[in-house]
């Protein structure tokens, strides 16, 4: 099959435009569903019940329902409610809350993976529940954890396609613009397969870094 390289080369530059807003909603999106899940994490293993199971309902709503219509929910609901949000806003929102429940588990799994035997010869020695999390918890169990919250950020570069539904220009956005001008569509949509790539690589292997430099020698 032909692929018309120049067609490509000519539309660069809106493939870059869309890679930047792609990268920014990503990265924010990555930041908000980290504190976000933790602090989910903890209120669902608070001893208090009706926040755990408050914790718990919304894991089980914002995994078991699609980001998109979460989007459309956040996106025409803010409209209703009379305070209007950009497609850009909703899709942050909507991406953060999501991936914060997935996140929330993989902080749950790795925090109860600390030995128990370790938290009460922290408490023995005096430190209080929120120093022993700090020092003693959360560093051994970033690093257990990075694996899979490396997986949820990929996830997260792929899921940012969906935000062209509410007319954010990002990179699907950007090919489906290009296709419809050009009707390229297999040079279009196998270029926007390689920006994909390439993102959800380098965020990757940054993470595979980072877990090999905190890993704690054998």
Known sequence: MFFDLRLIWQNLPVFFDGAITTSELSLLAMAFALVWGLAIALARMAHFRPLSAAAGAYIEVVRNTPVLVQMYFIYFGS???GFPLSGFVAGLIALSLQNGGYLAEIYRAGIQSISPKQVEGAKALGMTQLLVLRVVILPQA??????PISNQF???????????AISVAELMHAATLITDRTAAAYETFATLAIFYLVMTSIVAGLLRITER????PQ
Not at 142 to 147: A, F, L, N, Y
Not at 154 to 163: A, E, G, R
């Open 79 to 81: 409209g209703l409610a």
């Open 213 to 216: 430099r905190l890993a704690i």
């Open 142 to 147: 970033m690093r257990r954890i990075i694996p």
């Open 154 to 164: 990929v996830t997260i570069i792929k899921d940012t396609s969906l935000v062209s």
